[in-house]
């Protein structure tokens, strides 16, 4: 269970979309739209789960035609996202979005390439309770939402944070530079996981 639990931390502690907007979030509209947008990317997450969990995600991905399709819309939202990031001049950028909420953050993590994999990661490996295939799920979903939420916390926090930094201009350009890499990383990783599996 060690083993899982830590996965799950290092998989989800890594920035994705998810994270980045919700410290976007966080550091342009603060806690009270922070964690409508957080509950939002929670109930997102949580379907992506089942999806996995039930096989109704390996079904659809298992059309070229969808797959290509949902990886095309997928890949092509999250390169926009790290433009803007990347472009965003001298401002620590995270993903700034408009009216964020419940259903931008559930819609985000519909297409987010980055928890499918994690959850595929998580649900077909690490071998909890090998006697009950309903257990071991059960255990695996408690415990990856406490760390997930935990986590999602922590980067929410660091949005609302960094605007009481005062942070020089280099180093806002730094990080706004290190964000966009680290979305066009997850675009690259989706798409050769699924042209290449």
């Known amino acids: 269970m060690f083993a899982f639990a830590f996965a799950v931390f290092l998989l989800l502690i890594t920035p994705g979309p998810g994270v980045l907007s919700l410290a976007g979030v966080g ?41 290509n399709v949902l990886l095309f819309i997928s890949a092509t939202y999250l390169l926009f996202l790290a433009c803007k990031v990347a472009f965003a001049g001298s401002k620590v950028a995270f993903i700034h979005m408009t009216a964020p909420g419940v259903v931008s953050g559930i819609t985000l993590q519909l297409i987010n390439p980055k928890a499918y994999a994690v959850h595929t990661t998580l649900f077909s490996g690490f071998v909890i309770y090998p006697k009950s295939f309903a257990i071991e799920t059960g255990i695996k979903v408690v415990l990856s939402n406490l760390i997930w939420i935990l986590i999602h916390f922590f980067w929410l926090y660091a949005g609302v944070k960094v605007n009481e930094l005062n942070l020089q201009i280099q180093t806002q350009k730094l990080i706004n530079s290190v964000m966009a890499v680290c979305l066009v990383i997850v675009v690259i990783l989706s798409i050769w996981s699924l042209l290449f599996y």
């Not at 109930?43 to 995600?57: E, H, Q, T």
Request: hydrophobic fraction near 55%; charged fraction near 5%; glycine fraction near 12%.
């Open 27 to 67: 550091t342009v509209y603060g806690w009270n739209k922070g964690i409508q947008y957080l509950a939002g990317l929670w109930i997102g997450n949580n379907l992506v789960s089942f999806a996995v969990i039930s096989g109704l995600a390996a079904l659809l991905l298992a059309d070229p035609v969808v797959r």
